[in-house]
């Protein structure tokens, strides 16, 4: 992840090549905050506090600034537990999200991420109104080397197709059971409706490990406003944020982090099978801020 290119870092680049401190670094770097997505409630606080460090410490040379914001950052977004919690067997794990976020992709990413740790994995193809998203996640599946239950019928209960793949998963000692839902009904109040049913029946046989909730990162604020629906109301356990290669949004993983409390457990960067990793506060902070 380290090499990846962000264009944050890059909007920073020339703020911290000046000789010395001064009033135009705070403009400056203010224009950057805002501009890479972590939005004013975030933006503020940093602002103040890398001024009151600037002057306590009394630094004038931008590269200790840039190690502060760095720092800053990274405390920030290691304040939330990015660890998966997977050790149930089988660890049943519910993906929402609103379509073309980029759910599907992800859970043949995720697929393949556990199978390179050794978990086998299942996927419940849960989404069934849709025959091409059915298609679909049989492809991602079948490259990950992921088993996968489809509905018999189209538009076959969703709830029935997450229980068989949980039942699967359970008679044939498979570790990991990911299920795809729907990402839009006619209303909000009918998608809830349905996933509150798929939680209910699926918890007849095994508690949920987690509900992942995927965000398309490049959509930023009003991505979230679209997915305040599942934090309300699916019980989301962490946050998975795609499509942050080359995105010049980086601001937004701690931003939403903040915002809903919730944890970031998984980031996208790529539409490869291989474009999934888990989250390194450390890691990320280093990324955003090079
Ligand atoms: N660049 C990039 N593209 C991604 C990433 N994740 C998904 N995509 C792309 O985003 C598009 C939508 O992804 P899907 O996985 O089909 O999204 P979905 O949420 O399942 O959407 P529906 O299939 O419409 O329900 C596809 O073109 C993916 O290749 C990512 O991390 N980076």
Same mark, same amino acid.
């Given at each position: 992840?380290?090499?990846?290119?962000?264009?944050?870092?890059?909007?920073?680049?020339?703020?911290?090549?000046?000789?010395?401190?001064?009033?135009?670094?705070?403009?400056?770097?203010?224009?950057?905050?805002?501009?890479?997505?972590?939005?004013?409630?975030?933006?503020?606080?940093?602002?103040?506090?890398?001024?009151?460090?600037?002057?306590?410490?009394?630094?004038?040379?931008?590269?200790?600034?840039?190690?502060? *914001?760095?720092?800053?950052?990274?405390?920030?977004?290691?304040?939330?537990?990015?660890? *998966?919690?997977?050790?149930?067997?089988?660890?049943?794990?519910?993906?929402?999200?609103?379509?073309?976020?980029?759910?599907?992709?992800?859970?043949?990413?995720?697929?393949?991420?556990?199978?390179?740790?050794?978990?086998?994995?299942?996927?419940?193809?849960?989404?069934?109104?849709?025959?091409?998203?059915?298609?679909?996640?049989?492809?991602?599946?079948?490259?990950?080397?992921?088993?996968?239950?489809?509905?018999?019928?189209?538009?076959?209960?969703?709830?029935?197709?997450?229980?068989?793949?949980?039942?699967?998963?359970?008679?044939?000692?498979?570790?990991?059971?990911?299920?795809?839902?729907?990402?839009?009904?006619?209303?909000?109040?009918?998608?809830?409706?349905?996933?509150?049913?798929?939680?209910?029946?699926?918890?007849?046989?095994?508690?949920?490990?987690?509900?992942?909730?995927?965000?398309?990162?490049?959509?930023?604020?009003?991505?979230?406003?679209?997915?305040?629906?599942?934090?309300?109301?699916?019980?989301?356990?962490?946050?998975?944020?795609?499509?942050?290669?080359?995105?010049?949004?980086?601001?937004?993983?701690?931003?939403?982090?903040?915002?809903?409390?919730?944890?970031?457990?998984?980031?996208?960067?790529?539409?490869?099978?291989?474009?999934?990793?888990?989250?390194?506060?450390?890691?990320?902070?280093?990324?955003?801020?090079?």
């Amino acid at each position: 992840m380290a090499e990846r290119s962000w264009t944050f870092g890059g909007a920073l680049k020339g703020l911290f090549t000046k000789p010395t401190i001064d009033e135009t670094t705070w403009d400056d770097l203010e224009v950057a905050l805002i501009g890479a997505d972590f939005g004013p409630d975030l933006a503020e606080p940093i602002l103040e506090e890398m001024r009151a460090g600037v002057e306590r410490f009394q630094i004038t040379d931008p590269k200790d600034l840039k190690r502060m *914001l760095r720092e800053s950052i990274e405390e920030r977004l290691a304040k939330y537990n990015p660890t *998966l919690t997977l050790s149930e067997r089988p660890a049943v794990v519910l993906v929402v999200g609103v379509n073309g976020v980029g759910k599907t992709t992800t859970i043949g990413k995720f697929a393949k991420f556990l199978r390179g740790y050794d978990r086998s994995v299942v996927v419940g193809a849960a989404d069934t109104f849709r025959a091409a998203a059915v298609e679909q996640l049989a492809t991602w599946a079948d490259r990950a080397g992921a088993s996968i239950i489809r509905p018999q019928a189209p538009g076959q209960d969703p709830a029935s197709v997450a229980y068989q793949t949980v039942d699967h998963a359970m008679r044939e000692g498979i570790d990991i059971a990911i299920i795809d839902t729907a990402g839009r009904l006619q209303t909000k109040s009918g998608l809830m409706d349905e996933l509150g049913k798929v939680r209910r029946v699926v918890e007849k046989l095994s508690p949920i490990a987690e509900v992942l909730l995927v965000l398309d990162g490049t959509t930023g604020q009003n991505g979230l406003a679209q997915a305040e629906a599942f934090i309300e109301h699916a019980g989301v356990t962490g946050l998975v944020i795609t499509k942050l290669d080359g995105s010049a949004k980086g601001g937004f993983v701690l931003a939403v982090q903040e915002r809903t409390g919730i944890p970031i457990k998984l980031i996208g960067q790529g539409e490869g099978i291989g474009d999934l990793t888990g989250f390194t506060p450390h890691v990320f902070a280093a990324s955003l801020v090079p």
